[in-house]
């Protein structure tokens, strides 16, 4: 009974010792990433010059950002496959309303939040109140808003505004201005989940919506706020994607959805809700990312790369069921409650 | 990507029940014409033309052509348009109804392959006229359908390879760019360009070909990848001209010139190239027509069956050159700023008249 007691007292004494606990997913990821750095430098080093970074990593950027509002809806519990229309939409908004005028895009901005609103609204109703299943109520908001995708474009690409291209596609300081997006909404997303109350209370809901509910939480109204900062998240990312690419297609947001899932998965973030990793997500789109890229610059054969893909993202899955040998173990935050759940 | 494509279908699917656009019904503008085409028959008739899948700017622009053709046959006294949207079932119920409505001829873009084949004999056989284009359906002329009119990729490859080796006599290395892997359009421009080029000429990209899945993000994330991999680029050939818009400023980060293309033509394509051509001195351009004016020869064949016309001598539509920035031949490269990007100049159809089909 002693040595129980004592226990919390040195897990206090360890981490002060070690500095701030790391989470076993960031070390994965991280781990994974500089792996696959040294692989690139060794076998595709032409994937790692400015150039190749420079037209890669807006597209990881997206990525991240689009992980970043998934990881939300996981944290609890949910799945948001509205994802691929939540961007479509944002991307045809962004480039139809305006039709090419940029004076024109401030108001096509505000339309696309405004229906992101809506879309994340009506998702949070039917999962948290209407206690519809996360995966087919969102496959019918998608619907619904590919619905509105059509009204607004007929799914006809139009080319971007000049004044989107040039936020979404230029760069600020030598780096790309959808790197910074990214980054600005890491440090918000981080911040937010870890140092306010309301992230806090966010966390404890996703880990236990039954406990947080007994001791007079909100519950349903977190779980509705994870859909709508989802939907605006990917206003931000279908924006950045339309600036990117100079004419977006109309389903610009499918290819999107199971990189999002992977990411969060990657990340370390349990698929049953909980505790939320912001910088692992966004280092494991980096490395989705990077690793799409590798495949391609090594000059295989197409059916090679998607193995290539694959075999590396099951690799990375699968560490988080190996035990890690007792030494590293220590350095690695002892409990993680969600995780162990 | 097979995943994610599957999924837009059950996407497309779920937006058609909740009563996305239903089949359209226009009816011919029906002025008469002092001249009449010779295919165009005395005999009335009424005509459909059926789409696998309508939500691109091409195939806009192909039903407004298709449309425009029919419109010279007086003959012709309602014309009749339905979108399968993507949706092979819908695809297939759309055929069978267009029979049981009575309708007299259909041209049919066979988006699902020889999926619809089924549906197509069984309106064939109960006596209808059954066009298929563009998209191989299987089956044979006269047995399963009327007349397949294919398109011929292999020609398309032939030009691009005849325009490569007139820039580069020498020979150098070339990147193929095409859509999903394994696609036959792809297969078959590789197979025209080989035909011409010999091995001085070496394709630099995985064989057969980069795969983009015709997607304008995917294409800028593997065109970055090869002008990485690649210090020599000499000449870039897509399938898909307008998708690399927004790929070949990848070239400027790399501080290198963007290289000649050889690819099919679009009106974004061309404004970007006389936007860009003074800084990239190797930036040469040549385009064959995207091919929306295929519809045209079906719809022909189609009418000229169902009114008793005179049947057209072609059964394959050969894209032409149209655009060749090396000797203006037979078109320099054309621009209309004042028209949507997503439209095509080569086709027949007036640019006004696409625009207005784009932005409807």
Known sequence: MAARADQPLQETRQRRRHGAPLARGFLTVLAATLALLVLCRILAPSSLTAGALAGSLPFAAVLAIVGLAQMLVVQQGGFDLSLAGGVSLAVVIATHVPAGDSAELPRAVLLALACSVAAGVLNGVLVSVLRLNAIVATIGVNALIYGGVFAVSGGVPRTTTPLLAAIAGGETLGVGNALWFALAILILVALILKKTVIGRRFEAIGANPLAARAIGLAVRRHQITAYVAAQGLYVVAGLLIAGITKEPTAFQGDPLLLPSVAVVVLGGTSLLGGRGFPVSTVIAAFFLTQLSQFALAIGVPYSAQTIIQAFALGLGIAVYSLRLPKGIKKLIKPLNTEERR | ?360
């Open chain 2, 1 to 360: 990507m097979t995943l994610s494509f599957d999924y837009r279908k059950i996407m497309l699917t779920a937006a058609a029940t909740l009563g996305m656009g239903a089949a359209l019904t226009l009816t011919s503008g029906g002025a008469a014409r002092a001249e009449e085409p010779s295919w165009c028959g005395p005999k009335k008739a009424t005509l459909a033309l059926l789409d696998g899948f309508g939500g691109n700017s091409w195939r806009l622009v192909t039903t407004a052509s298709g449309k425009e053709e029919a419109s010279l046959c007086p003959s012709i006294t309602q014309y009749v348009y339905a979108d399968g949207q993507g949706n092979t079932q819908k695809a297939i119920s759309d055929i069978k109804s267009m029979a049981a409505r009575g309708i007299d001829a259909l041209v049919v873009f066979g988006d699902a392959g020889p999926a619809v084949l089924p549906a197509l004999t069984a309106v064939y056989k109960a006596g209808k006229v059954v066009v298929p284009y563009r998209v191989d359906v299987g089956g044979k002329a006269g047995q399963n359908y009327t007349m397949f009119i294919g398109s011929s990729f292999k020609d398309d490859g032939v030009s691009w390879g005849k325009w490569i080796k007139s820039i580069l006599p020498q020979g150098g290395n070339l990147l193929f760019l095409s859509g999903p892997a394994g696609n036959s359009q792809g297969l078959d421009e590789l197979a025209g360009l080989k035909s011409v080029l010999d091995d001085k000429y070496k394709f630099v990209n995985p064989a057969p070909f980069d795969v983009t899945n015709w997607d304008p993000s995917l294409t800028q994330q593997v065109l970055t990848a090869e002008i990485a991999k690649h210090d020599k680029i000499d000449v870039i050939v897509s399938d898909f001209g307008p998708s690399l818009v927004g790929a070949l400023p990848a070239f400027k980060k790399f501080n290198r010139s963007i290289p000649a293309l050889a690819t099919s033509d679009g009106n974004s394509l061309g404004c970007f190239w006389v936007e860009n051509h003074k800084d990239n001195p190797d930036f040469k351009l040549f385009t064959v027509a995207t091919g929306n004016d295929n519809v045209r020869l079906a719809v022909d064949w189609a009418v000229a069956e169902a009114t008793g016309g005179k049947l057209p001598s072609a059964q394959i539509f050969k894209a032409p050159v149209f655009e060749d920035s090396v000797s203006g031949q037979p078109h320099p490269v054309q621009c209309r700023s004042d028209l949507p990007g997503s439209i095509y100049l080569s086709a027949k159809l007036s640019g006004d008249d696409q625009a207005k089909a784009v932005n409807k």
